[in-house]
């Protein structure tokens, strides 16, 4: 099998390599350049991070630093997951919720939102679900909203004077 040569460079350098003693298997800083890895042999075996975890990605630290991370439940999504809540709960941005109980509770929007700060409620249970606005008007009005059983709705946080606006 013929290997291009930046492929037996690889070999050679590589850990497992008897050819080039440890001790002489280091390279001046820019002495490989983009040409000699167009065929893309730097797999993950040849990087200095161990292999992650099923949907993980690779990360720098900026620095030189690589490592394997997971994604967040919010990050660079345009929701979270949906979450059943049964009670009292405080919502935070990107929160998809079902309120599923036979008693009347609260959820509490975000405090301190951005522009753009969105938060999805349906409520499926019997009871009413008091949407507490958390300093932030709603619709322009310094009143919380209510939910009652079969309704849904989606805010979007716009600013201090019009503050949640229903979509």
Known sequence: MAFSKAR???????AGSNEIPAAKRTLATDSITKPM???????IARLD???????Q?????????LSFASVAAADGRAYT???I??????????????????????I??????????????????AGTVTIARNGSNIEGSAQDGTLEST????VVYVGSTPGWKEL
């Open 8 to 14: 037996r460079l690889a070999n050679l350098m590589s």
């Open 37 to 43: 890895l167009n065929d893309n042999i730097v797999d």
């Open 49 to 55: 991070v161990s292999d992650g975890s099923n949907g």
């Open 57 to 65: 990605f690779l990360r720098t630290n900026g620095s030189g630093t």
């Open 81 to 83: 997951d949906w979450a």
């Open 85 to 106: 809540k049964t009670g009292t709960y405080t919502a935070v941005d990107k929160d998809q919720l079902i309120a599923n109980s036979g008693s009347d509770f609260t």
């Open 108 to 125: 509490t929007l975000p405090a301190s939102p951005s522009a753009g700060a969105t938060v999805v409620v349906k409520n499926v249970g």
């Open 151 to 154: 309704k849904g709705m989606q």
